[in-house]
T-cell receptor, first 116, second 115 residues
């Protein structure tokens, strides 16, 4: 089984709808991240969390919110989806222990979201 | 501010040849880490190789090596003996010395391996 899972894998929705993307991990990592990928822009950080009570905005948090329900679960919500939020969304985890620069981030398989 | 630049949107290489994917970075941190990820057409992000700013030797992982030139702020990925399965998007990323652990990504380079 995959260590980092994302649901749904694909979603098509309409402008104005609320949508939630879910991420679960079995790696036991404290740190979780949400990124979005757009063609020609690479991946950009939306939100990140160090634990259930520690949530932080990334560089493109406008229009998004998150919830860290447990150490293993980190959800991303689009309160009112708009077409320019059409993108590939990734959840990632990393451990806190040790020298953080050397800790790899482990990515989920991605959620392809289309907002019509 | 930290920045990663990948100037090659697309690259072609003949099967079994070596290819270099360019990556330059900008940071004021003294301690940082550089990563390369591979993204095949299926979409997942696959970690390839890591280089720390204080590592004196270039990192190697199988057919992947990282040509780290600190003074020039470059961290190019070298793939030796290219295979058809190497066709993918490749991302260079950097983690700075702040405690967020977040990665800053470049725009990516699409590599196509020709038979």
């Amino acid at each position: 089984d995959a260590d980092v899972t994302q649901t749904p894998r694909n979603r098509i929705t309409k402008t104005g709808k609320r949508i939630m993307l879910e991420c679960s991990q079995t790696k036991g990592h404290d740190r979780m991240y949400w990124y979005r990928q757009d063609p020609g822009l690479g991946l950009r950080l939306i939100y990140y969390s160090f634990d259930v009570k520690d949530i932080n905005k990334g560089e493109i948090s406008d229009g998004y919110s998150v919830s860290r329900q447990a150490q293993a679960k980190f959800s991303l919500s689009l309160e009112s989806a708009i077409p320019n939020q059409t993108a590939l969304y990734f959840c990632a985890t990393s451990p806190t222990s040790g020298w953080s620069l050397y800790n790899e981030q482990f990515f989920g398989p991605g959620t392809r979201l289309t907002v019509l | 501010a930290q920045k990663i630049t990948q100037t090659q949107p697309g690259m072609f290489v003949q099967e079994k040849e070596a290819v270099t994917l360019d990556c330059t970075y900008d940071t004021s941190d003294q301690s940082y880490g550089l990563f390369w990820y591979k993204q095949p057409s299926s979409g997942e992000m696959i970690f390839l190789i890591y280089q720390g700013s204080y590592d004196e030797q270039n990192a190697t992982e199988g057919r992947y090596s990282l040509n780290f030139q600190k003074a020039r702020k470059s961290a190019n990925l070298v793939i030796s003996a290219s295979q058809l399965g190497d066709s993918a998007m490749y991302f260079c990323a950097m983690r700075g010395s702040g405690n967020t652990g977040k990665l800053i990504f470049g725009q990516g380079t699409t590599l196509q391996v020709k038979p």
